[in-house]
């Protein structure tokens, strides 16, 4: 059975085991506050892995469409200028992290 510390509204901000000065709140561990506070944090960390996850998913996104440049199975002006935009941009920063500055204009190695 938890101790809740409350936000100045009246809303669980944590669940302790032990009663601070700041938590002196006893709940039952079934309590529809306590499970309401559990269930926000399950959301976060399921939110957060989603951001996490299409940040990955981006980059096998760019390596997909390469992949199929390379096979020649797409060309990339057969993308929508928006795509060949941004993948160019990545493309240009990835070769400046990665390689450094390049001579002349980055553009001109994409493909």
Do not use: C, N
């Not at 809303?11 to 559990?38: K, N, S, W, Y």
């Amino acid at each position: 059975m938890p101790y809740v510390r409350r936000d100045p509204s009246g809303r669980i901000v944590a669940l302790l085991r032990e009663m601070t000065p700041d938590a002196q709140e006893h709940l039952p561990a079934g309590h529809p506050e306590v499970a309401a506070f559990l269930d926000d944090g399950l959301e976060d960390e399921g939110t957060r892995y989603l951001s996490e996850s299409d940040l990955e998913l981006a980059r096998v996104l760019e390596d997909l469409i390469q992949l199929l440049m390379d096979k020649r199975l797409i060309l990339f002006t057969e993308l929508p200028p928006f795509a060949r935009d941004k993948l160019s941009a990545r493309r240009r920063a990835r070769e400046h992290i990665h390689d450094g500055p390049t001579l002349g204009d980055a553009s001109d190695s994409i493909l």
